[in-house]
């Protein structure tokens, strides 16, 4: 499993050299040693920057993913398996809003959220584990697997959490301001998982899509055949801006089920 990025889309712009040789060479050096040494599957994690890519950051993540494809043609003898595997928000970890609205909750707010319209998808840190690991054992070859994942408005999360976590700070929950401060540059007020392109060459799984290689005929000797197979045509684009979003009180049980409100009150 290859994890290691520089994930930090600002900090990207700054240093563009850097996060070339991370995500990029450092992905080649990956797939060189694996091909070497005949490592038997290979799956690269990837970000929902990568598609439509608008910061040095999503541009590098797709250039991995391609890389991760286009070496299964030279791996045709079949001793390695390489394919990716694309997420949304994992809440609660490194960088996530979860502990950010957590501290500004703590000190009475405001809560600052970019804008009343953003969405995006989430997960919590158990199900991506579980999911990166199924994609592994899903993968024949050249595929980027897309998790099926709920949606939430940025600023019902944020009322969640003030629900959920104000008293337990001292505070009343309508005490605590909800302060829209703008989208930053670069930053999209919806997620793109799977371009309305990608879908003419998708499949629909039980817990995912697998996006197939686009020129197929280099791939001929990879059979991409799933026995969760669900429909082997996707109808629409995967969009957080289009997907129905989950309520505050399903976004409280979300948060509760998944752990994060003790994570975040042990801040």
């Known amino acids: 499993f290859h994890l290691a990025a520089h994930k930090h889309v600002y900090l990207a712009e700054f240093n563009s050299f850097d996060t ?8 080649q050096n990956v797939i060189q040693a694996a ?3 005949k490592v038997k599957t ?12 608008t910061s040095v950051m999503g541009t590098t993540k797709l250039l991995g993913e391609r890389l991760i494809t286009a070496s ?3 791996s045709f003898k079949g001793h390695t398996i390489l394919a990716s595997s694309r997420f949304g928000n994992v809440l609660g970890s490194r960088g996530s809003v979860v502990p950010i609205f957590a501290e500004q909750i703590k000190a009475g707010g405001p809560v600052t959220v970019t804008d009343e319209k953003m969405t995006r998808f989430i ?7 579980d999911l990166v690991i199924l994609a592994a054992t899903l993968a024949k070859g050249g595929e980027v697997f897309v998790t099926k994942m709920p949606v939430v408005r940025i600023v019902d999360l944020a009322a969640a959490m003030i629900e959920l976590l104000a008293s337990r700070y001292g505070h009343q929950p309508e ?3 909800i302060k829209y401060i703008g989208a930053k540059a670069g930053e999209k007020l919806y997620e793109e998982l799977m371009t309305e392109e ?3 060459r998708s499949y629909e799984l039980e817990d995912m899509f697998a996006i197939l290689p686009a020129h197929r005929f280099m791939y001929k000797h990879v059979e991409h055949v799933y026995t969760s197979l669900v429909e082997k045509s996707v109808t629409k684009a995967y ?3 289009t997907e129905k979003a989950m309520t505050v009180e399903e976004i409280k049980g979300f948060i509760t089920d998944s752990g994060l409100l003790e994570s975040c009150f042990a801040m």
Do not use: C, H, W
């Open 20 to 27: 070339v040789q991370t995500n990029v060479y450092g992905v």
């Open 35 to 37: 091909l070497r040494n």
């Open 42 to 53: 290979v799956l690269f994690t990837s970000s929902d920057k990568a598609v439509n890519p």
């Open 72 to 74: 299964n043609i030279t």
């Open 123 to 129: 997960m919590s840190i158990r199900q991506a584990a």
């Open 175 to 177: 005490e605590i301001e």
């Open 198 to 200: 990608e879908t003419q």
């Open 239 to 241: 969009i957080s801006a």
